[in-house]
Structure formats: structure tokens, C-alpha cells
């Protein structure tokens, strides 16, 4: 099976051209590629496939196995992909996700795609929709006891469930101790991906970020989203704000006037390959 390694800021997947390959596991293939010791090394594996509803369509599983909804750096990647292979020449793509059609604009320079602009789409604040189960209706800096501490939480879904929590030096949180507490918290049916917040400026954030289904990733496009709606919620920062991940920067700009929160970023390929799939 041939393969691509992608990263957007860190954020590396394995993508599969799924217009020529066929994939009959993929939850079993994903854990296998993901490994870092036995496989390729990855936070997941992400295939690229025809759709009747939009120009492509992906489809992601996490590190071990689980079928997630929507990748913000995965899906710029996607659209690196199809463009700098020759998928497709146009410049505006749609792309079909479990959390609906994405839209997105394309940077070309040199013929190879350079930065992606992509529509994430509304943000979701109602708790029961997130889903979160919890006493109000929003989730806005509101008390949430995790493992004998309490925190702070601003909920917000960006087609996967979000929970943001502010506090001053992230570098020295022990992420790997907190964050399997929160992505497996009974207030989140589902799970929950949790980014860690230090406000700089109005106009600048910076985050760490524990992912559910793959620990800490160096970047998390819906999670970098979903913080900027919050740092406006709360009065933090402009509707236009860089957030600063592990892995690099990304623009997060929420129209507030449309309701849509637009991420602009990198795609970067790291090398083709062929495995036994």
C-alpha cells in the first residue's frame, strides 16, 4: 500500500490515496502505522476518498483505532494532497467530514500548496450537543471537578467535543497525568479534547493539548478553534487571534457577524512510502 506522511504544524498523520488504494480495516491500520517504534509513526491515519457530496472526502482514525470526526490540521493537509498530486486543479475545494462538508481555500506558490484557509464551520456552545452533561445550558469558565482539582471549563464542539482551561505556565503542566482524567470525565459521553490555555496578549494565545484517542499531539486545529471562540467568550482576546501550538502557529479568525470560524495554516509533506498493509 503506498502512503503519504503529512504534518500540519506537528500534527502528522498517514494519508492514503483511497482512489487508488483499498483499505479494508483501517481502525486495525491505523493503530499499526500510528506506532512509532513497529509502524511509520503518526497521530493517526487519515484516507482520502471520492465523495458524491463534495469534491473528496476523509475519513480519520486516531492512534488507537477510534474513528474521529474532524481534523483541522489533517484536513489542510488533505488539501495539500489533492492538489500537489494532481487530484485536482482548483484552487477552492470542498471536503466531506463526519462533521459535515468543510470549505477551503488554497495558497499556491511554486505549483505546490503553501498555506490552506479552511472554513471550520459554526461552533457549537449548547452542552447537551457538545455532548457535555452539565447543570447549564453553556459551558462558559464554569467549575468542572477532575481528579480531586477544580478547573475552569469553557465547552465548545468543532465537530468534536472540546474543553478549554485556562492557567499560567503550560510548559510545566504535567499533561500526561491530567489529561487522561478529562478525556475520559463522565460529564463527556463521548470524550473530550483538552487544550491547555496561557493568554499573552489579545491577540495571541498559546495552548498545549491532550487529544482523545491519541495523548498530547504537538498541534490540534479544531482545538486551537474551539480556544480562540473561547478567549472571545471570555473576554480574552480580538475575534482574530494566533495561537501559538507545539508544533507551530496557527490564524484563527471567528466571524462572529456569519457565525464561522475560519483557520489558516501550513501543510507539509514529510515523505512517500509503501508498507504492507
Same mark, same amino acid.
Given at each position: ?12 498523520? =498517514? ?52 474513528? !474521529? ?8 493537509? =488533505?488539501? @495539500?494532497?489533492?492538489?500537489?498530486? !494532481?487530484? +485536482? ?8 467530514? #463526519? ?18 484557509? =479552511? ?8 452542552? %447537551? ?6 447543570? @447549564?445550558? #453553556? ?5 468542572? !471537578?477532575?481528579?480531586?482539582? /477544580? ?12 474543553? /478549554? ?38 491577540? +495571541? ?11 498530547? +499531539? ?9 480556544? %480562540? ?11 482574530? /487571534?494566533?495561537? #501559538? ?15 464561522? /470560524?475560519?483557520m489558516t495554516g501550513p501543510a507539509t509533506v514529510v515523505f512517500d512510502?509503501?508498507?504492507? %498493509?
Open positions: 500500500m503506498r502512503f503519504t506522511k503529512m504534518h500540519g504544524i506537528g500534527n502528522d498523520y =498517514v494519508y492514503v490515496n483511497c482512489l487508488e488504494e483499498n483499505v479494508e480495516n483501517p481502525s486495525e491500520l491505523s493503530i499499526k502505522v500510528s506506532d512509532r517504534h513497529f509502524g511509520i509513526g503518526s497521530d493517526g491515519l487519515i484516507l482520502i476518498k471520492p465523495s458524491e457530496k463534495a469534491d473528496f472526502e476523509m475519513e480519520m482514525y486516531n492512534a488507537d483505532g477510534s474513528q !474521529g470526526s474532524m481534523c483541522g490540521n489533517g484536513i489542510r493537509c =488533505v488539501a @495539500k494532497y489533492v492538489y500537489d498530486y !494532481g487530484l +485536482t486543479d482548483k484552487t477552492s475545494i470542498s471536503v466531506d467530514t #463526519k462533521s459535515g462538508i468543510k470549505y477551503l481555500e488554497l495558497t499556491v506558490e511554486n505549483g505546490k500548496v503553501s498555506l490552506v484557509k =479552511v472554513n471550520m464551520g459554526q461552533p457549537e456552545l449548547e452542552a %447537551a450537543k457538545i455532548p457535555m452533561i452539565y447543570k @447549564k445550558e #453553556k459551558v462558559i469558565s464554569q467549575p468542572l !471537578g477532575v481528579n480531586d482539582d /477544580v478547573y475552569e471549563v469553557t465547552a465548545v464542539s468543532m465537530g468534536n467535543p472540546h474543553a /478549554v482551561v485556562y492557567m499560567d505556565e503550560i510548559e510545566k503542566l504535567e499533561i500526561e497525568k491530567i489529561g487522561p482524567y478529562f478525556e475520559k470525565h463522565p460529564a463527556f459521553p463521548e470524550g473530550v479534547n483538552t487544550e491547555f490555555v496561557h493568554v499573552i496578549d489579545e491577540n +495571541t494565545v498559546e495552548m498545549r493539548v491532550w487529544e482523545r484517542g491519541s495523548g498530547e +499531539t504537538l498541534a490540534c486545529g479544531t482545538g486551537a478553534c474551539a480556544v %480562540a471562540v473561547a478567549c472571545v467568550l471570555n473576554g480574552y482576546t480580538n475575534d482574530e /487571534v494566533t495561537v #501559538k501550538l507545539l508544533g507551530g502557529d496557527l490564524k484563527i479568525f471567528w466571524d462572529r457577524k456569519e457565525n464561522l /470560524v475560519y512510502g509503501v508498507i504492507e %498493509a
